[in-house]
């Protein structure tokens, strides 16, 4: 193609298509028609925006540069689609520099008009639509820093709140169980002054701190015991103690049973330390049971605790980069951790994963966007009880993740009109309208994917098609 068009040609073009001759002839004149190799930028964010551009032939990429990383937005072939300097026309209303980058795709032909001669001919062609478009550009632009921005604080409050209330339980108990072990260990330090004062000879007092090592082995590996097995076990111990004259049986007995111990091993204390000696070694021997138990729910809170933050950086993907071929069900596992305290104890969770699954390209963080939007419509959709059935499968050349609920249903006449940017059902004040058009825009504007939604009155399946390849 040469390095201009006719005023022919630009009537070809949908964005000129109803420009009178004249208007065509000054385009015609200005413009130029430039060739970009592919993976060559166009124009770059944040530089002057000197030019209009308007594709012509090949595939462009825009995207926009977020914390450092350059996050595509919109891939199109489109003959006629635009961008650069396109608000050139609002003088000082807009920043005179590009707010995107714009890359070849593949080899592309562009027409460039010089970004001057485009806001000219803008206001001298277009008066009224100028006006309108003043007050379009302005209203929508704190319309959506206001709707936008409460949108962030809402579901930063809500992920806030789920992941306080879920570190709060693990936290509290290792504060509980580290105030009791700090007890039994001022406990220990007393019964070893008794024991260490001479009244248990050398050999034996040997013998019984290799009974303490074979106690804390047997704690380690104690079986897991019905509210039943434990009662007898704690009423059959409470016997032996009783026979045997050691006092509190009521309070040690519990302790002993936890830590895997019988009435058949304390025989062996007895027989080791000899009946003198037999209430001070137990009693030793429960503190050193008890202290280990208590580690043990330290050490299971603080790995709760680690495994929350660990689902809380899966789902921001704070520290990796915002394209990568990911897991979607790591994915799917972190936002359900995040969202745990929002599904009411009346709604069941069936997972039904294929991990089998290949890796798909993809923005995580986006991503997690997606699933909290839709896990949050379906826990709306059923009031407190109900099934929430999140599965994934293959789906010819794309990985498919449905989330499905047992709630009301979406009313045929709404159905076409849930993606529509601030359309909502929602009570007034309640929703913004803006979950599913942005989880439309991240999956199909930005993964190429696909959602398609089915509903009936007690069954909602929303499904989530991601690519297996970057297209």
């Not at 012509?56 to 996050?71: E, M, N, Y």
Request: overall charge negative; hydrophobic content about 40%.
């Amino acid at each position: 193609m040469s390095g201009l068009l006719t005023p022919d040609d630009l009537r070809g073009l949908f964005l000129f298509e109803s420009l009178n001759d004249d208007q065509l002839r000054l385009i015609a004149d200005c413009g130029r028609v430039i060739p970009y190799a592919a993976g060559t930028l166009v124009y770059e964010e944040g530089q002057p925006a000197t030019c209009f551009i308007v594709l012509l032939d090949g595939t462009i990429t825009l995207s926009r540069r977020v914390r450092g990383d350059d996050v595509e937005f919109i891939r199109s072939d489109q003959r006629g689609a635009y961008g650069g300097a396109t608000q050139a026309y609002m003088n000082d209303q807009s920043e005179r520099t590009y707010n995107n980058t714009m890359r070849a795709f593949t080899d592309v032909t562009v027409y460039e008009i010089p970004a001057d001669s485009f806001a000219e001919w803008t206001r001298t062609w277009f008066p009224m639509a100028m006006h309108l478009l003043e007050g379009l550009f302005v209203g929508m632009r704190s319309t959506q820093t206001a709707v936008g921005e409460r949108e962030r604080l809402l579901a930063l409050g809500a992920l806030s709140a789920g992941l306080t209330h879920e570190l709060n339980n693990p936290a509290a108990a290792a504060v509980r169980a580290t105030s009791i072990l700090r007890e039994r260990v001022a406990g220990m330090r007393h019964k070893l002054g008794m024991i260490a004062d001479g009244r248990i000879d050398g050999s034996r007092l040997h013998k019984l701190v290799e009974l303490q090592e074979i106690a804390v082995k047997r704690a380690a590996s104690a079986p897991e015991l019905t509210a039943l097995q434990t009662s007898d076990a704690e009423g059959a111990l409470e016997d032996w103690l009783d026979d045997h004259d050691i006092a509190g049986s009521w309070d040690i007995a519990p302790t002993l049973v936890a830590g895997g111990i019988d009435a058949e091993w304390l025989e062996t204390v007895e027989a080791c330390v000899g009946e003198g000696n037999l209430e001070g070694a137990i009693r030793w021997l429960t503190y050193t049971i008890d202290t280990e138990l208590l580690m043990g729910e330290i050490d299971d809170a603080v790995s709760r605790i680690s495994g929350l933050v660990s689902a809380a950086k899966q789902y921001s993907q704070l520290d990796r980069a915002p394209h990568q071929t990911v897991d979607v069900h790591d994915l799917l596992d972190a936002t359900l951790t995040m969202l745990q305290a929002k599904i009411p104890e009346g709604v069941k969770l069936v997972k039904n994963y294929d991990r089998s699954l290949p890796l798909v390209p993809a923005y995580a963080a986006e991503l997690n966007q997606v699933w909290t939007n839709l896990i949050d419509n379906a826990l709306g959709a059923m009031e407190g009880s109900g099934t929430l059935t999140i599965s994934t499968c293959r789906d010819g050349e794309n990985v498919a993740v449905d989330i499905e609920d047992t709630g009301h249903g979406i009313p045929p006449e709404v159905r076409p009109h849930i993606f529509e940017p601030f359309f909502t059902t929602k009570a007034v004040g309640e929703g913004t309208g803006l979950g599913l058009d942005i989880s439309y825009r991240i999956v199909v504007k930005k993964h190429h994917g696909d959602i398609r939604v089915e509903s009936r009155p007690g069954r909602t399946n929303f499904r989530v098609l991601l690519p297996l390849e970057d297209s």
